[in-house]
């Protein structure tokens, strides 16, 4: 089935460092891709989202590009804050499931910025 | 501004307990969710919901069951409360189509059973 792969965490950086977040996917369909955020106590948040190939999602100076030949849709922040400290999900959305909408999620990434 | 309420952010209840978690969303979607959200376990799906009174069962739906009587409300029912099942609840809603809205969440409940 299909399934999303992220990097382990905790991921731990100092402010102002460069972050690469991986995230890999297995598909058989054509998915959208999605980047969540989940603040310490809070619900997750949409960050950014990508719908075919070789789009690029951005927000909050996050960016992640759609690569369908390496499956892969890696998240990206030229210069984390400490108020970038939270977990960050990867997730698809396979566009074959019908009409549910289903998304899949990644194990999650924790992301600690120190000042 | 649009969103998903679910009813408490703290819930302390006693094991045996029945115990009801309530989301309702203003955005007239036809897709609801809940997850539960465990460390090391990621978010896993225990139901979904596609239409008023249609339910499917997600990865994890032993001990629960939920109703959908209303579009913007979807209720989580524990029918007998264990510690096994303590644990940050989150619900979601999406439009239906093909998957490219992606989901909104609401800002989960912490539930714990003693």
């Known amino acids: 089935g299909d399934s999303v792969t992220q990097m382990e965490g905790p991921v731990t950086l100092s402010e102002e460092a460069f972050l690469t977040i991986n995230c890999t996917y297995t598909a058989t369909g054509y998915p959208s891709l999605f980047w969540y955020v989940q603040y310490p106590g809070e619900g997750l948040q949409l960050l950014l989202k990508?719908?075919?190939?070789?789009d690029k999602g951005s927000n909050k100076g996050f960016e992640a590009t759609y690569r369908k030949e390496t499956t892969s849709f890696h998240l990206e922040k030229g210069s984390v804050q400490v108020s970038d400290s939270a977990v960050y999900f990867c997730a698809l959305s396979d566009r074959g499931s019908g009409n549910t909408g289903k998304l899949i999620f990644g194990q999650g990434t924790t992301l600690q910025v120190k000042p | 501004d649009v969103k998903v309420t679910q009813s408490s952010r703290y819930l302390v209840k006693r094991t045996g307990e029945k115990v009801f978690l309530e989301c309702v969303q203003d955005m007239d979607h036809e897709n609801m969710f809940w997850y539960r959200q465990d460390p090391g376990l990621g978010l896993r799906l225990i139901y979904f919901?596609?239409?008023?009174?249609?339910?499917e069962k997600g990865d994890i739906p032993e001990g629960y069951s939920v109703s959908r009587e209303k579009k913007e409300r979807f209720s989580l029912i524990l029918e007998s409360a264990s510690t096994n099942q303590t644990s940050m609840y989150l619900c979601a809603s999406s439009h239906a189509g093909q998957g490219n809205y992606g989901y909104t969440f609401g800002s989960g409940t912490r539930l714990t059973v003693v």
């Open positions: 919901s596609y239409d008023v009174k249609m339910k």
């Open positions: 990508a719908t075919k190939a070789d």
